[in-house]
């Protein structure tokens, strides 16, 4: 018998992907995982499998920053001011468009 | 080359042994589903099986546009003594320690094997080869961490991983069974090398992980004319089971 080693504790990890080049990293969900090369091996299979996925970031969840603190993100303090409702830009930009005979511009290459 | 100067009948006991090998490791791989040690690597488990499958579908399909036969009957069809995989892939699923003994034996020579076939001289073949070599690659990367996790993991898991690989030791390189009619096969510059060439160039391969994982280089082949036959118990209760919904309406239309 050979004497026990300590075994790595089993961890979350957060997974991104990037279904297509261009396209933005999304949150694809996580996986449990003793170490980054495993975490890299499930993150494939649980997410890139299907050839879905062209990028997948895999980060140690203890890794990310938390905010979370509502004195932070939820203020008690009336906020509707910072809110962009009822001031539409479509019509402003039609006009300054049609004076300037611009076109409207394409969407970025994805 | 042209095909009428292929070694058709070679060519098709090289075929049927690597579609039966994908084939019977698929299957055995396939059991864990449901059961593995935890629930990532039960995807990854049975994801890499469906690759076996897969693998072995194309291999297949290549010796039935050879010789005419249908892939399911070739897969489905035959009795057990007339499967051509390894002995090595004779054992039983056993336990996990026994998976990944198996598969990394298994993986490592298909490894072998796929290099000495990428440049043969039959397109299909060759070309078919530099494309389960992508697949492999990642079935390499993900064996080599669980081989050496339990390999450098004293206590139960290296204890577990030495007693699978005493059991398979035997068996080990049958992967590397020479092929009836392998002369003509590199004759035709279809396999690079004869098998027993190939054999010394896994052990190779794997001598420098084997040695500094502590683990000894398995012993050659008590009977190495028969790796791939007298395939036994383990073989005959796989069979059973991945032919019963087969048999259970032979000719249905799934």
Known sequence: MTEPT?????????????EKDGDPMRHAGSVLAPDAELAGHYARELFGRRQESVRLWVVRRADVLDLSDPDLLQPPLDRSFKKPGGYVMRDKLAAAREQSGGEKPKARPG | ?????????????????????????????????GIAPLLEEDIAMSSLAQDEIGHAAALYGLLGELTGADPDA???????????????????RGDWAMTIARRYLYETSDATRLEALIGGSWPPLAQLCAKLVREERYHLMHIDAWFARLAGTGGEPRDRLLAALDELAPDAATVFTPLPGEPALIEAGILAAPMVDLE??????IAPDLDALGLAMPPSPERPSRGRQDHGPAFAWLWDEFTMVRRSDPGATW
């Open chain 1, 6 to 18: 300590a075994r790595p504790a089993i961890e979350p990890w957060e997974v991104f992907r990037q």
């Open chain 2, 1 to 33: 080359m042209s095909v009428a100067s292929l070694p058709t009948v070679a060519l098709g006991h090289l075929l049927g042994s690597m579609a039966d090998d994908e084939f019977v490791i698929g299957f055995s791989d396939s059991e864990w589903t």
């Open chain 2, 74 to 92: 070739l897969a489905y069809d035959r009795d057990p003594h007339e499967y051509r995989h390894a002995r090595l892939l004779d054992h039983g």
């Open chain 2, 200 to 205: 010394a160039r896994w052990r190779a391969a």
